[in-house]
Nanobody, 120 residues
Framework: QVQLVESGGGLVQPGGSLRLSCAAS????????MDWYRQAPGKQRELVAA???????NYADSVKGRFTISRDNAKNTVYLQMNSLKPEDTAVYYC??????????????WGQGTQLTVSS
């Protein structure tokens, strides 16, 4: 079983910055892709950013140049640095991991979600 623990959400003013963290623990052999999704009220969940084990990244067009995703493979932790935040970034942010568990079977796990509110 794999657990994801997120932290770092909160209330921030437009133009501000915040960093989200997500630590994976449990029966993990490897974490291949670690990513962040978000879901705003009344909208579908969308991919924000993803980082592969080798360091390759991709971003939603709406956050390019403002958000940076990174990971610490030794800690099975993924981060999302968010700068120049806008009210439209307000959403619940979910950490998501794909990889292999300790029995070398595919694993996929979601965090519980952390609320980000961008408002003055």
């Amino acid at each position: 079983q794999v657990q994801l623990v997120e932290s770092g959400g909160g209330l921030v003013q437009p133009g501000g910055s915040l960093r989200l963290s997500c630590a994976a623990s449990g029966r993990i052999f490897s974490t291949n892709v670690m990513d962040w999704y978000r879901q705003a009220p009344g909208k579908q969940r969308e991919l924000v950013a993803a980082v592969r084990r080798g360091g390759g990244t991709n971003y939603a067009d709406s956050v390019k140049g403002r958000f940076t995703i990174s990971r610490d493979n030794a800690k099975n932790t993924v981060y999302l640095q968010m700068n120049s935040l806008k009210p439209e970034d307000t959403a619940v942010y979910y950490c998501h991991v794909q990889g292999l568990d300790s029995t070398l079977r595919p694993l996929e796990a979601w965090g519980q979600g952390t609320q980000l509110t961008v408002s003055s």
